[in-house]
């Protein structure tokens, strides 16, 4: 397997720049998730990786080798796509074997490779099937050996679960995982959905308008987003995101709200304000970091619950507060109800601060 250096990116189409700037290394044998929303530039940044479009500046090098000019067959990387690509007329195992015959490989070294990766990915009994016989996660499946008999230095998959249904991508999400770890591949994975990437990758790089906006493990980017947009792009239901004042007098910071209630900063909330100077401050919470009472709790904000949507183990609570939609869980059996009267309080250890005009999470 090999590393992965992305220096200084850009793919530009006409006035338009598709991937700005970005620059990335992925280690040898890790697996890194390219997120983000539609548009954002994940998949171009993927084909860039391919060499399937031309880059408009930088340099991209897979294991020690810069490849800019290397054509796409000649960069030892194998591409997994969301609607499998498979040949409808042959069977599994000559869709194995294709990518091999192709290559010029002796007979018997195609037969055992394709027999080792069906091997590995448990569809030994499947190999004399067509395509049109096999379910969407055995096609996924097949889609996936072909790229690993070609034991290619990277692996490159475009939202390779999309098609299927919920159920089976869950469980494709797990073989996949496994895939990495027992074969120790370096992988690039372009997925619009954050949970995927969270649950599979040892690393994300969260994109949005053509920018990377943070690079890091799923658990620092869940739980030290650098900015307001990744905040909300990660976590579902997303992060509340509060508009607020901060105001410091006699030693004490407060953040206020629209409706007049003010919260008392901690001494390390606080600094993090008075570093920044500004006044306009965004409080981000996760809904499991808001304690809601139904009865008043003194020093808690009122509110109102807006829509209640009970999921089975844990029931989600909206309500408004300073103009923004604050989400909130509970355990199913409180008894709230919309237009209710409820009272909210923020966990200071795990709430988040944001320059409101910067939209950057203050340090
Ligand atoms: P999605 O999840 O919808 O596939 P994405 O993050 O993969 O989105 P890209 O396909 O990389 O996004 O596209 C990034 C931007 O570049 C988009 O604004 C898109 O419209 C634009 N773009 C992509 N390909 C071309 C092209 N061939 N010509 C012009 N603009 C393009």
Not at 52 to 75: A, H, Q
Not at 131 to 140: A, C, D, K, N, Y
Not at 168 to 179: A, D, G, N, P, T
Not at 271 to 284: N, Y
């Amino acid at each position: 397997m090999a590393h992965v250096v992305l220096r200084n990116l850009v793919k530009t189409y006409g006035p338009h720049t598709a991937v700005n700037n970005v620059s990335l290394t992925v280690n040898d044998g890790e697996f890194v998730a390219l997120v983000g929303p539609s548009g954002c530039g994940k998949t171009t940044t993927l084909n860039l990786v391919a060499g399937l479009i031309p880059i408009t500046s930088g340099d991209i090098s897979i294991g020690d080798r810069v490849v800019n000019d290397v054509d796409p067959k000649n960069r030892d990387i194998a591409m997994v796509f969301q609607n499998y690509a498979l040949y409808p007329q042959k069977t599994v195992y000559k869709n194995l074997a294709f990518p091999l015959q192709m290559r010029r490989l002796p007979r018997d070294e195609i037969d055992r490779k394709v027999k080792e990766a069906a091997r590995v990915l448990d569809m030994t009994h499947l190999l004399e099937r067509k395509p049109r016989e096999l379910s969407g996660g055995q096609q996924q499946r097949v889609a996936l050996g072909r790229a690993l008999v070609r034991d290619p230095a990277v692996f490159l998959m475009d939202e390779p679960l999309s098609n299927l249904d919920a159920k089976l991508r869950v469980q494709m999400r797990s073989e996949i995982k496994r895939f990495h770890q027992d074969l120790e591949a370096t992988i690039i994975y372009v997925t619009h959905d954050q949970l995927e990437a969270v649950t599979m990758a040892d690393k994300m790089a969260v994109m949005n308008g053509g920018f990377l906006q943070q690079y890091d493990s799923p658990a620092q980017v869940f739980n030290h987003p650098v900015n307001m947009f990744v905040a909300s792009f990660i976590g579902s239901p997303a992060m509340s995101l509060i508009p607020l004042e901060a105001s410091s007098a006699n030693g004490r910071t407060v953040l206020t709200g629209e409706e007049g209630w003010s919260i008392e900063l901690s001494p390390h909330n606080a600094r993090k304000v008075e570093r920044s100077t500004t006044k306009k401050v965004v409080l981000g919470a996760r809904h499991s970091t808001i304690k809601l009472s139904t009865s008043p709790v003194p020093g808690a904000i009122p509110a109102k619950a807006y829509t209640v949507e009970p999921t089975g183990d844990i029931t989600f609570v909206q309500a408004l507060l300073s103009g923004a939609v604050v989400n909130i869980s509970v355990p199913p059996t409180m008894p709230v109800a919309p237009d209710q009267p409820i009272w909210l309080e923020f966990d200071q250890e795990r709430m988040h601060l944001f320059d409101g005009a910067t939209e950057m999470a203050l340090e």
